[in-house]
């Protein structure tokens, strides 16, 4: 098993910033892929951007690329994911998840482990 614990949100102005960190323990983090989703009101979950085990391969979706980075420190069980430029449609409910594989995947549904979300307002 591997427990995930999101932090790091909060509410900022269009045009700031703001960093999540998700902080695993259990089971071996390194040997996991891991991915940020979200999920805004009235709207599906979706897939923001994902991070192999080795953090040599990142992928992120059009909507953030240039605006979001993504990194992983294994020896310190913990992923953070850099928001920067941050629009009002970027506000959602920010969940980091990890999967028994090294490879990105885009569907939610290929995670196994979540964490409780974490809440990020973006104010015009």
């Known amino acids: 098993q591997v427990q995930l614990v999101e932090s790091g949100g909060g509410l900022v102005q269009a045009g700031g910033s703001l960093r999540l960190s998700c902080a695993a323990s259990?089971?071996?983090?390194?040997?996991?892929?891991l991915g940020w989703f979200r999920q805004a009101p009235g709207k599906e979950r979706e897939f923001v951007v994902g991070?192999?085990?080795?953090?040599?391969?990142?992928y992120f979706t059009d909507s953030v690329k240039g605006r979001f980075t993504i990194s992983r420190d294994n020896d310190k069980n913990t992923m953070y994911l850099q928001m920067n430029s941050l629009k009002p449609e970027d506000t959602a409910v920010y969940y980091c998840?990890?999967?028994?594989?090294?490879?990105?995947?885009?569907?939610?549904?290929?995670?196994?482990?979540w964490g409780q979300g974490t809440q990020v307002t973006v104010s015009s």
């Open positions: 998840a990890a999967r028994e594989a090294m490879n990105i995947e885009y569907s939610e549904h290929a995670y196994e482990y």
């Open positions: 259990g089971r071996t983090f390194s040997a996991q892929a």
């Open positions: 991070i192999t085990y080795s953090g040599r391969s990142t």
